[in-house]
């Protein structure tokens, strides 16, 4: 239950963030493009450090030991973004952040697995729906939050809850775990599962890791600049931007609880492709978004979306590869959606120059592609 928490407040606070620095980095009169290739670097370390330290875990005796080392470091880092007041001081922050703190979601969703009676996709709608319902109660904070505090205020706000999380992974209990026994470089714990050619042809996971690639690209490309978009283009206040948003993780949440049912009756990659084409959709409403109700409709079809995709996706490889390495190709799966999220943004920077629209409508399309893909090759 404590990992619940933990889980929740990482959620709550730091995931939240990422609309805060937008707002903030506008604030301080820094370039579309720079604000997009933020959130390239954040996906550019996240998706070489989720699989190390996946495969880290999967070795260690202890999970929750590297679990709890890696989030201490960068729960210390979190509050220098408070002082940044360039693009680069920016960009070496969230560098060195989102190395340490990627090693929460493969880590933590083993444990949640690994350590549970109930079934797998029991098990990861519950995560996911805590996960959800952290995140869209954060924005709800957040929002009002917004008419009476400078935004830099509000990260300090957020970075003091965020701090709890130390302690529910301190006093969460230690589950045993199949150890892999087969010691590797870091640079392997980084690359072997993408090299692991057997596994990832068990039932064409290769398919699934694509479709979670080309998602992941367009909704990075879809969020990337959308706090901008909003406040610039739509006409809406930073604190209606950040409730509005809200609507998103609150969405997922029933979808959650209902892709966790459905993958008792459908086959996981028929919900997880599902969940992709509706994220796409989500994307091409932004097109017409011209008021507070078009906007939310956009982001309760693209809520709905990730929650059906990744309870499908992670089920998927869940169950599709070997016990004792678990973790690192749960942190494969958040690993190519980080590598996706590379490059959403900076398409994104470049074409929000030309035309937001432009950018929805690209990545809507990308995010369709990723389901087709997933629907056709991936194997029941």
Same mark, same amino acid.
């Given at each position: 239950? @404590?990992?619940y ?6 959620n ?6 990422d609309m805060?620095?937008q707002?903030r980095m506008r604030?301080?009169s820094?370039?579309l493009?720079s604000?997009?290739l ?5 996906s550019?370390?996240?998706s070489?450090a989720?699989p190390f ?8 005796k202890s999970?929750?030991?590297?679990l ?7 729960m210390?880092f ?6 940044a ?5 920016f960009?070496?922050?969230a ?7 990627s ?8 444990i ?5 009676r109930?079934?797998?996709?029991v098990?990861?709608s519950i995560m ?5 319902f952290?995140?869209?109660?954060g924005?709800?904070?957040? @929002?009002p939050?917004?008419n009476v ?5 509000v990260?300090?706000v ?5 701090l709890?999380?130390?302690y529910?992974?301190?006093v969460a ?10 010691q590797?470089?870091?640079l ?10 057997s596994?990832?042809k068990?039932k064409n996971?290769w398919?699934?890791y694509?479709?979670?690639?080309l ?6 490309g879809t969020?990337?600049l959308?706090a901008?978009?909003? %406040?610039?283009?739509v006409?809406?206040?930073? @604190?209606?931007?950040i409730?509005l948003?809200? @609507? ?13 049912w459905l993958?008792?009756?459908?086959a996981?990659k028929h919900?997880a492709?599902?969940?992709m ?5 989500g994307?091409?409403?932004?097109v ?10 956009a982001?309760?079809?693209s809520?709905?979306?990730f929650g059906?995709f ?6 998927f490889?869940?169950?599709n ?15 190519v959606r980080?590598f ?10 470049w074409?929000a120059?030309?035309s937001f629209?432009? %950018?929805?409508?690209l990545?809507?399309?990308?995010m369709i592609?990723g389901a087709?893909?997933?629907?056709i090759y991936?194997q029941r």
């Open positions: 239950m @404590s990992l928490f933990a889980s929740f407040i990482k709550f606070g730091v995931l939240n963030y805060l620095l707002l604030e301080l820094i370039d493009f604000i997009g933020l959130s390239t670097i954040n550019a370390v996240g070489l989720t330290w996946g495969a880290l875990s999967d070795e260690a999970r929750k030991r590297v709890l080392i890696a989030i201490t470091i960068s210390f979190l509050p220098f973004y408070v002082f007041k360039t693009a680069n001081h960009f070496l922050i560098a060195v952040f989102t190395f340490f703190s090693a929460f979601d493969p880590i933590a969703t083993a949640f697995v690994e350590s549970s109930l079934s797998s996709n098990v990861l996911n729906a805590v996960n959800s952290g995140m869209g109660l924005r709800l904070v957040i @929002s939050l917004l505090l400078p935004v830099v205020w990260m300090l957020l970075y003091f809850v965020s709890s999380v130390l529910f992974i301190k209990p230690a589950a045993p775990h199949l150890r892999y026994e087969i590797r470089t870091n392997q714990r980084v690359f072997s599962a993408i090299t692991s050619k596994v990832l068990k996971l398919a699934m694509l479709g979670s690639f998602r992941q690209l367009g909704i990075g969020f990337a959308i901008v978009y909003l %406040v610039e283009d006409g809406l206040s930073k @604190s209606e931007t409730l948003a809200a @609507s998103n993780p609150f969405m997922q949440i029933p979808s959650h609880f209902l892709a966790g993958i008792n009756k459908v996981s919900i492709s599902f969940g084409l509706a994220s796409g959709l994307a091409l409403l932004f017409p978004a011209d008021s507070k109700l078009t906007v939310l409709l982001y309760v079809v809520g709905f979306g059906t990744i309870n499908g996706a992670t089920d490889v869940a169950k590869v070997p016990a004792n390495r678990k973790a690192e190709f749960l942190g494969l799966l958040t690993s980080s996706g999220s590379l490059f959403g943004p900076l398409i994104a920077g074409l120059s030309v629209k432009l %950018v929805f409508i990545m809507g399309a990308i592609a087709l893909i997933t629907a991936c």
